[in-house]
């Protein structure tokens, strides 16, 4: 038991004194890799995002557009947030105002057609 466990303090001793060596040997070599590898794993998951919100905004860009030339004559513009803080009526004047009546009479039109089905059937 004790021949096991001088043989395991005299391994540690050897790995711990091959570090110490290697550590000296590389000098601040070794901590410039460390530190260029976090950057690699930082760079990495924020590449990654930004390529995927680039497509996300490509998507949405053709709509939006779309969106923005149909309301143009109407109050339609999006506030910044510090506006919405100073006066939260303002919130009104972002809801387009033509998609807004558009969806309301598509809204009516369809439970028209459901409560008409439901005195049929």
């Not at 949405?60 to 109050?75: A, C, D, G, I, T």
């Amino acid at each position: 038991m004790f021949s096991q466990l001088k043989h395991k303090i005299v391994n540690a001793g050897w790995k711990g004194i091959a570090v110490v060596i290697a550590l000296f040997l590389a000098g601040p070599e070794i901590v410039v890799g460390m530190e260029l590898m976090a950057t690699i794993e930082v760079l990495g998951a924020s590449t990654f995002i930004l390529a995927y919100w680039s497509g996300v905004k490509l998507l949405v860009n053709k709509p939006y557009s779309m969106v923005v030339k149909f309301e143009r004559y109407s109050n339609f513009f999006i506030p910044s947030l510090t506006s919405i803080k100073i006066m939260p009526q303002l919130i009104l004047h972002a809801i387009p105002e033509r998609i807004a009546m558009l969806s309301y009479l598509f809204t009516l039109m369809v439970f028209g057609c459901y409560f008409f089905m439901l005195e049929l059937g």
